[in-house]
C-alpha cells in the first residue's frame, strides 16, 4: 500500500489541487497538515469549478474522507462558509466526510488584525502576507497562547485561555494605535459558534492510524510552496508553516516509515505572489505574457502573481530536502507559442558561482541566474493527453528538467481540466 505525500517546490500555486483531485480517485483519505485559508486550490472538473482554501481537495469525491490535521490553522466562520459554498455545489459535505483534529489551532479575529497592521507598520519591508492572520496564529501556538479545536468544548477554560491571548494581542494592538478586540464579544461568538463546528473535531492522527491499519490509501495534500518554507524558504519573505514534505507527518500525526512517496508540484516555469527574492523574475514582455496566458492572479487575494523562468537550482535544491521521489510538472501548455525557453542552471555573484541558494535574503535576491535557453514549440501541448503527441522540442525541455533537478517528471498537466494530464509513471 502506498501512501503519499504532495507538496508544492517552488513559491506556491503550482497546481496541488489539480493534482490532488486527479489522484483522489483512488485515495480513500485526502489530509491537509499546514497552513490555512492563505492556500487557494483550484479544480476544474467538467463545467465545474471548485476553489477550495482549508478544506482538503478530495473533497469533491464522494468515496473520500478529507481530513484537517492538527498542523494546519483554522478560522471557523471562514472553515463553514467554505463547506457551505461547496455543499451549495451539489458535494456532500459532513463530518462522516470531513474531520478536523481536535488539537488544530484556531484563526480568530486578532490574528487577522495583527497580520494586517503589521503590514502596514513594515510599509516597503512588507512581506506581503494574505492578511489572513496566518503568521499570528502560528506564534500563538508555539507561544502555547493558541486557543484550539478542543477548547470549543469547554467554556470556562476557553474564557480563561481567551483573557490569555487578549492580553497578548490587545497589547500590540494598542501599540500599533488600533482598535482593541472585545473579549465578551468574542467569547459570546465562539460560543455561538462552537456547536457548528464540534461535530467535525476528532483525533485525526488516530484517524490515520485506524485507516492505516485497514489498509486503507492516503494522500497529503500541502499548502503553499517549499520555498515559502518558514525553515527552507527565502526567509523572512515566506508564510509561518513548514510547508516541506517533512510536515506531513507533525501535522497529521502519522509516522514518516508509513509513507513512500513525495510527489514534488512544479509549474514549468516559476511564479510568486508577494515580496522576496525571485532570481528567475521577468519584468518584462514574456513575463507578462506568461503572466496573462496563465492567468496568473492568486485566488486568495487577487494580487498579480509575478512570473519568471524556470529555476531548475532551487526546484533541486527543494527536491533534495524534502524527499521529493517524483515530479508532477504542470502549466507547460502556457508555454506554447514562445520561440524559446530558459531554465536557469546556476547563480552568480561577483564572479563567484553558486548551485544553491544560499540562506540569506540579501544574498538570494542579489543572485544573477545562469540560463540556458532550449527551443520552443510550434505545435500545441495545451490539453494533449498522450505523452506521444507532445512535441520533440516540449519532451526535450522536461527532460532538461530531470536532468538538472536530478528525479523524473511522473505526471504532467497540460491544462485545468481534471483529465488534461498524462500520467507517465504512478507515484501512488
Ligand atoms: P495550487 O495553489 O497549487 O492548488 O494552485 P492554484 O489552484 O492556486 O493555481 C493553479 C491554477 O492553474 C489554477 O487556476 C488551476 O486551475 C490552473 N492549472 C492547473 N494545472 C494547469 C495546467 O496544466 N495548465 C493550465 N493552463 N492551468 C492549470
Ligand atoms: P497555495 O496553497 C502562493 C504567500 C503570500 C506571502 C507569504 C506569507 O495556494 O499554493 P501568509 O499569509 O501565509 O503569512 O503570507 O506567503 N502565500 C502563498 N503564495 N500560494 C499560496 O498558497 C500561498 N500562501 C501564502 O503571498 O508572500
Ligand atoms: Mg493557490
Known sequence: MTNLIVVGAQWG??????????????????????????AGHTLVVGEKVYKLSVIPSGIVRQDTVSLIGNGVVVEPWVFLEEAEKIRSQGIDVNPERLKISESATLILPPHRLVDQARE??????????????????????AGRRSIRVCDLADPASLSKRLDVLLNHHNAILRGFGEEEVCKEKLFQDLLDV???????????????????????KILFEGAQGALLDVDHGTYPFVTSSNTIAG????????????????????????????????????NDEIGQQIGEKGHEFGTVTGRARRCGWFDAVAVRQIVQLSGITGLAMTKIDVLDGLKELKICVGYEDNGVKYDYLPANAVGQSVMKPVYQTL????????????????PTAAKEYIGRIEELVGIPVTVLSTGPEREDTILINDPF
Open 13 to 38: 500555486d503550482e497546481g496541488k489541487g489539480k493534482i490532488v483531485d486527479w489522484l483522489s480517485e483512488r485515495a480513500d483519505y485526502v489530509v491537509r497538515f499546514q497552513g490555512g485559508h492563505n
Open 120 to 141: 502596514r507598520a513594515r510599509g516597503q519591508d512588507k512581506i506581503g502576507t494574505t492578511g489572513r492572520g496566518i503568521g499570528p496564529a502560528y506564534e500563538d501556538k
Open 194 to 216: 462552537a456547536p457548528k463546528i464540534l461535530p467535525y473535531a476528532v483525533p485525526v492522527w488516530r484517524v490515520l492510524h485506524e485507516a492505516k491499519e485497514q489498509g486503507n
Open 247 to 282: 510536515q506531513a507527518c507533525v501535522g497529521s500525526g502519522f509516522g514518516p516509515t508509513h509513507i513512500q512517496n513525495v510527489l514534488g508540484l512544479i509549474k514549468a516555469y516559476t511564479t510568486r505572489v508577494g515580496e522576496g527574492p525571485f532570481p528567475t523574475e521577468l
Open 375 to 390: 527551443p520552443g514549440w510550434d505545435e500545441p501541448v495545451e490539453g494533449v493527453r498522450n505523452w506521444d503527441e507532445l
